[in-house]
């Protein structure tokens, strides 16, 4: 293994399994930083490695699995439903390469806000420490995600040493880390679901009523960015029951009756989502405030 320089050989190095929008924000950010040395990336291809190596600014491509060089931490940032395999073939491909025991053992973590880090048991049955780290952030844009990043709270699961480690690494380009336990990871995950999700959603099934009514289609864009700029704005001025407005706000449930009726004839499942949303929308009005 090439020797690190005087100049960075206090810095764990960074290998990164599946590299795309997320892990590139992370890693660009590290790197900037100088939290980490971004090693080696691998994802679907080569040349996508390659690429995401650019948009990282540092980074060595490689194409498979065993080509990864040993490191102090390693990042799989593949989809939820690849993880469990991406940590089995890692662990196997780290079995055969034999690397002599690291003291401490290597840090592994997946960016699941659903999974936790039992999902890495087979590096953990290595020996490695295995956790998870969830920034709750939109990374549909790379460029967005970097500038949005600061203040981002991330929440820390699994080995208590890997979490301190990651909660260093996470505070230093900007995180407000938290610790989540296991058994709430997937009810953590789904308030992040509700918050922003489900928005596009929403949003999309407001346009598609609009249009089947015969609204121009050329007002649904400026209605698009005033009614959800002007919610937003009220929620964060207001917090969430004081921003409530309609038939729910006002306890209308005749009205909520008729609209829900109206919706269901036009679309059953659009009908169910409307009277699920009307259910805790009068549950929100009813609260009484803290």
């Known amino acids: 293994m090439k020797a690190l320089s005087p100049k960075t050989q206090h810095q764990p190095r960074l290998n990164i399994v599946g590299a795309g929008r997320v892990a590139q924000t992370l890693s660009h950010r590290w790197h900037q930083q100088r939290s980490f040395v971004i090693q080696d990336v691998l994802t679907t291809s080569l040349a996508s490695a390659q690429t995401a190596c650019g948009v990282i ?12 060089r040993d490191a102090e931490v390693w990042m799989l940032a593949v989809p939820d439903a690849q993880l469990a395999a991406c940590a089995q073939a890692l662990a196997t491909a780290r079995s055969v390469v034999g690397s002599p025991a690291a003291h401490p053992a290597p840090i592994a973590f997946h960016c699941s806000g659903a999974q936790g880090a039992a999902t890495l048991a087979p590096l953990s049955a290595l020996g490695w420490r295995v956790a998870s780290a969830h920034c709750i952030l939109s990374f549909a844009s790379v460029s967005a995600a970097l500038e949005q990043f600061p203040g981002t709270p991330c929440a820390l699961e699994g080995d208590a040493s890997a979490c301190d480690t990651l909660r260093t690494a996470f505070t230093a380009i900007g995180a407000h880390c938290f610790d989540v336990a296991s058994s709430d990871k997937l009810l ?10 489900f928005l596009p959603v929403l949003q999309a099934t407001a346009e598609d009523l609009w249009q089947s009514t015969g609204m121009p289609t050329e ?25 409530l407005t309609g038939p729910a706000a006002r306890g209308d449930t005749a009205a909520i009756a008729r609209q829900g009726a109206a919706v269901t004839a036009w679309d059953a499942p659009t009908g169910a989502a409307y009277a699920a949303l009307s259910a805790l929308a009068l549950r929100l009005a009813a609260k009484v405030p803290d």
């Not at 007002?219 to 921003?243: D, F």
């Open 219 to 243: 007002l649904i864009p400026h209605l698009r960015a005033t009614l959800l700029r002007n919610a937003v704005a009220n929620i964060t001025a207001l917090g969430p029951q004081a921003a």
């Open 57 to 68: 600014g540092a980074g060595n491509a490689v194409a498979q699995m065993d080509a990864l």
């Open 188 to 197: 953590y995950h789904a308030a992040a679901v509700f918050a922003t999700n």
